[in-house]
C-alpha cells in the first residue's frame, strides 16, 4: 500500500506554481504531477490503514448512527482518536458518505428480482439511460459472462416486476435479450473488513 504524500514535500518543479510561464508549455513534471493529483483523487492510491480503521468502518457500515462516544467505547479506542480516525477515512474518500437503510417491505415493496439483460453496444448509453429512469429499478451493473447488463428491481408484486422487465425494459430498443429471477429468500451477512495482504 502507498502513502499519499504531503505537498509540501513535492519539488517545487512538480508543484502547479512551478509551471513554466510565457509560451504555455508545461514541463514534463508537472504533467506528472497533475497525473498524480488525478490519481489521488480517484482514488488509486491507497492510503495506508490499519486495525482501528477497519474496526471503525466495520462498525459504522453497520449502523452509521452510531455516537463516536459508543463508538470508542465498543471500540476499547480513545475518543479523540475515534473522531481524528473518522475524519481522515473521510478526508482520504474512504468514507463517501453516510445514508439510511430503508425498509422498502413496509412501504409496501415487498418483491424484489434480479433482471438479466443482453443488448447491442450500439443503443448502450439510451438502454442504461432508460433503465436508470424506471422507479423499480434499484441498482445496475454491466457485468461479464451470460449477461450484459444486471439490474435488481424491487416493487409492489412479482407480477409488476415481471412486467417491468418483459414490457418495459424488454421493449427498449436495442434490448436483445431479458430475463428475470425473482427472489424468495435474502440472508445479508455482517461486513467486517480487513486489511489486505
Known amino acids: ?17 512551478g509551471l513554466l510561464r510565457g509560451k504555455g508549455k508545461r514541463p514534463k513534471e ?36 452510531i455516537s463516536i462516544p459508543k463508538l470508542s467505547n465498543d471500540l476499547g479506542i480513545n475518543l479523540s482518536v475515534a473522531y481524528s480516525r473518522i475524519k481522515r477515512l473521510i478526508r482520504r474518500g ?38 436508470m429512469k424506471m422507479d423499480s429499478v434499484r441498482l445496475l451493473r454491466e457485468v461479464t459472462g451470460r449477461f450484459d447488463l444486471i439490474v435488481n428491481l424491487r416493487g409492489a408484486s412479482l407480477d409488476q416486476l415481471h412486467k417491468a422487465v418483459y ?7 436495442g434490448v436483445q435479450h431479458a430475463e428475470v429471477f425473482m427472489e424468495v429468500a435474502r440472508r445479508t451477512p455482517v461486513v467486517n473488513y480487513r486489511l489486505q495482504d
Do not use: C, W
Not at 504533467?31 to 474496526?55: C, F, H, V
Not at 414490457?167 to 430498443?173: M, Q, T
Open 94 to 131: 474512504i468514507i463517501e458518505h453516510y445514508t439510511i437503510t430503508v425498509n422498502e417491505d413496509k412501504l409496501g415493496m415487498t418483491a424484489s428480482a434480479i433482471a438479466g439483460i443482453n443488448l447491442d453496444p450500439k443503443n448502450r448509453e439510451q438502454i442504461l439511460d432508460e433503465i
Open 167 to 173: 414490457d418495459i425494459i424488454g421493449k427498449i430498443p
Open 30 to 65: 508537472s504533467l506528472l504531477y497533475e497525473k498524480l493529483q488525478n490519481s489521488r483523487k480517484r482514488g488509486y492510491i491507497m492510503a495506508k490503514l490499519d486495525e482501528i480503521d477497519m474496526k471503525i468502518l466495520s462498525a459504522l457500515n453497520r449502523d452509521a448512527s
Open 1 to 17: 500500500m502507498f502513502e499519499a504524500r504531503d505537498d509540501s514535500k513535492v519539488p517545487a518543479v512538480l508543484r502547479p506554481e
